[in-house]
């Protein structure tokens, strides 16, 4: 079939920007490339009838991190990189609930937390690095982010815990309604979507890049880039981005439930919050590392099988608890780092991906240096 000279002027000029993926960097890059350069044509490609990565597949924490989680990422890539991704998280949560709104996207400020154990190892090693660690922190936040709060625990409802610490900053957001604002608003700036477009392949020519569909159509586009995340390996296999599978569960509602708010425990491997009068819990990824560095989408019985003991051990006791849903979705590591991979791989192509498990926060700030890495 031969396009007429509106189609091909209207729907098949090449765009100045094709990003492929419409999660929360896909979404913000676009909105922040077609800010700078109104004129132009941004398009974005989405393999699924609506976005399907881990943007509307997580937990909804608003968070910058624990302080067991950030004292690991202390002993494993120095303080400056804990404290330079801390940063950015936290100016990332400022700018997304300025941009969006909080009620627009379900944001709490309920407050985040961590439980430990009253013996365990890993608490020690919290109790040895907290004030050190609030010490660093309080030249990003003007004061200490965290405090004690172990008086707290009871009123949650939660019992087996003794200790747990506190951050009034954080909070939850609900997923599904932060993505449908961020539509909104590429909608408002006249970026272009095209959906159920499962990009193949790359071929970078001299003045503009091919984009192959799976449908075999082939797009141009004068430049792309990759906002695809834990997916990435499908069209970059050499690039060092590890996915990560993350497995949650949902409960039905349960009366007199008295948790409120974000929580975590073991450096972030489990997390746990309200959500529609019951327990959304997820992580236990590190029950089975190698066996979790996946894109397929499915939930196992050994990780499930943990997720609900934690609930029934510490935050619900009554047998009759029903689990309702169960799902997963892609994170994506670096494998020595955590830090978001942002760069040309190209001429014409480049990269904003490797959010790991916590970009719901950073995910504006990595997408405004994208969008910038693509206007050079
Ligand atoms: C279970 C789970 C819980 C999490 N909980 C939290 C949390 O509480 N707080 C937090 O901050 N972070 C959390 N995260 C991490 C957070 O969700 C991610 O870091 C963030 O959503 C990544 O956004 P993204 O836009 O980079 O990727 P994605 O949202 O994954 O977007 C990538 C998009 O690219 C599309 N795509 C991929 N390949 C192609 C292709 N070839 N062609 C076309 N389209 C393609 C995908 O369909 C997808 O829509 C969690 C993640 C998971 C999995």
Redesign the pocket.
């Known amino acids: 079939m031969s396009f007429s000279f509106w189609e091909q002027a209207t729907f098949h000029a090449p765009p100045r920007l094709t990003i492929?993926?419409?999660?929360?960097?896909?979404?913000w890059t676009a909105i922040h490339f077609k800010r700078r350069f109104p004129k132009s044509k941004v398009l974005v490609?989405?393999?699924?009838a609506n976005?399907?990565?881990?943007?509307?597949?997580?937990?909804?924490?608003?968070?910058f991190g624990s302080p067991s989680e950030l004292l690991a990422d202390t002993q494993n890539e120095g303080s400056d990189a804990m404290l330079r991704r801390v940063e950015e998280?936290w100016r990332g949560l400022l700018e997304m609930r300025a941009e969006l709104g909080d009620g627009a996207i379900g944001f709490e400020q309920t407050g985040g937390h961590e439980l430990y154990a009253s013996d365990s190892p890993l608490y020690k090693r919290v109790e040895e690095g907290f004030d050190k660690l609030n010490d660093e922190l309080r030249r990003i936040f003007g004061e200490p982010p965290f405090r004690w709060s172990n008086e707290r625990i009871e009123a949650f409802g939660i019992s087996g815990l003794l200790h747990m610490t506190r951050t009034d900053l954080e909070g939850p957001v609900h997923?599904g309604k932060l993505i449908a604002a961020l539509l909104l608003k590429a909608h408002e700036h006249g970026i272009q979507f095209r959906w159920n477009?499962?990009?193949?392949e790359l071929s970078e020519q001299a003045n503009h890049v091919l984009v192959r569909l799976n449908d075999s159509t082939v797009l141009k586009s004068e430049q792309v880039l990759l906002?695809?995340?834990?997916?990435?390996p499908?069209?970059l296999p050499d690039l060092d981005v590890v996915p990560?599978?993350?497995?949650?569960l949902l409960t039905e509602p349960i009366p007199g439930l008295r948790l409120r708010g974000?929580f975590h425990m073991e450096e972030g491997y489990y997390?746990f919050r309200d959500l529609n009068g019951g327990i959304l819990i997820?992580g236990g990824r590190h029950l089975d590392i190698e066996g979790e560095a996946t894109s397929n989408e499915g939930t196992t019985p050994m990780i499930q099988t943990a997720l609900e003991s934690i609930v029934r051990e510490h935050l619900c006791s009554d047998a009759s608890m029903q689990v309702c849903m169960r799902?997963?979705?892609?994170?994506?590591f670096g494998s020595r780092s955590k830090e978001p991979l942002v760069q040309r791989m190209s001429d014409r192509i480049g990269v904003?991906?490797r959010?790991?498990?916590?970009?719901?926060?950073?995910?504006i700030r990595?997408a405004r240096r994208a969008s910038e890495m693509m206007s050079e």
């Open positions: 492929v993926g419409a999660g929360i960097v896909g979404l490609l989405e393999r699924g976005p399907g990565g881990a943007s509307v597949r997580n937990a909804g924490f608003a968070c998280r997923s477009a499962v990009v193949t906002a695809t995340n834990g997916f990435t499908d069209l990560a599978r993350g497995q949650v974000t997390y997820g799902w997963s979705g892609t994170m994506a904003a991906v959010l790991s498990g916590m970009g719901v926060a950073i995910g990595v």
